[in-house]
């Protein structure tokens, strides 16, 4: 398992996106849309995630399928320990485009939101961040 994530942020770091990274990192205090983050999170992420962003109850188990369950959003998993570009081409690319033969259920949404929609989400995500976790984020994010 840990070797699978291991190739897994290799590949997502190699990545080159043409989207500018000047936006990084994604604050909660101005710049950011954070009500269209919500609605959009509502309409594409709570089913899986739910609306409170607890993630997929019992997340750290395998589904009837054996699939990984969704984690939470809200900062008691593990969200918090990616930067702002990873977090973005995770949800832009999905992890089907970025893991071989990945069969999980995180697939991407580049095709329905824009680099900016994905911001706005990830800046209303950080809304439910404490202040240590998203501080901890901040610096991680303004590395890259
Ligand atoms: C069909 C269910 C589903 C939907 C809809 C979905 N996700 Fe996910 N997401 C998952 C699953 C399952 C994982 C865990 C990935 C894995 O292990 O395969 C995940 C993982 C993630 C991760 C990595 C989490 C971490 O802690 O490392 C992020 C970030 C994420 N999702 C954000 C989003 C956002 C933002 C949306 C909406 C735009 C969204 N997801 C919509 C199922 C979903």
Same mark, same amino acid.
């Given at each position: 398992?840990?070797?699978?994530?291991?190739?897994?942020?290799?590949?997502?770091?190699?990545?080159?996106?043409?989207?500018?990274?000047?936006?990084?990192?994604?604050?909660?205090?101005?710049?950011?849309?954070?009500?269209?983050?919500?609605l959009l999170y509502n309409q594409n992420c709570a089913?899986?995630?739910?609306?409170?962003?607890?993630?997929?109850?019992?997340?750290?188990?395998?589904?009837?399928?054996?699939?990984?369950?969704?984690?939470?959003?809200?900062?008691?998993?593990?969200?918090?320990?990616?930067?702002?570009?990873?977090?973005? %081409?995770? $949800? =832009?690319?999905?992890?089907?485009?970025?893991?071989? /033969? @990945? !069969?999980?259920?995180?697939?991407?949404?580049?095709?329905?939101?824009?680099?900016?929609?994905?911001?706005?989400?990830? %800046?209303? $995500? =950080?809304?439910?961040?404490?202040?240590?976790?998203? /501080? @901890? !984020?901040?610096?991680?994010?303004?590395?890259?």
């Amino acid at each position: 398992m840990k070797k699978i994530f291991i190739i897994f942020f290799i590949f997502i770091s190699t990545i080159s996106s043409s989207y500018s990274h000047k936006h990084y990192p994604i604050t909660v205090d101005g710049g950011f849309d954070i009500s269209s983050g919500k609605l959009l999170y509502n309409q594409n992420c709570a089913s899986c995630h739910q609306s409170n962003l607890s993630g997929a109850v019992d997340w750290k188990g395998l589904d009837k399928d054996g699939h990984r369950k969704a984690p939470p959003m809200n900062g008691t998993g593990h969200t918090w320990h990616h930067s702002d570009e990873t977090l973005h %081409a995770i $949800i =832009k690319h999905g992890l089907a485009k970025l893991v071989k /033969n @990945y !069969q999980g259920k995180m697939m991407g949404f580049g095709d329905k939101l824009s680099d900016k929609d994905i911001d706005n989400v990830l %800046a209303y $995500i =950080k809304t439910y961040w404490n202040e240590e976790i998203y /501080n @901890y !984020q901040l610096e991680l994010s303004k590395s890259n």
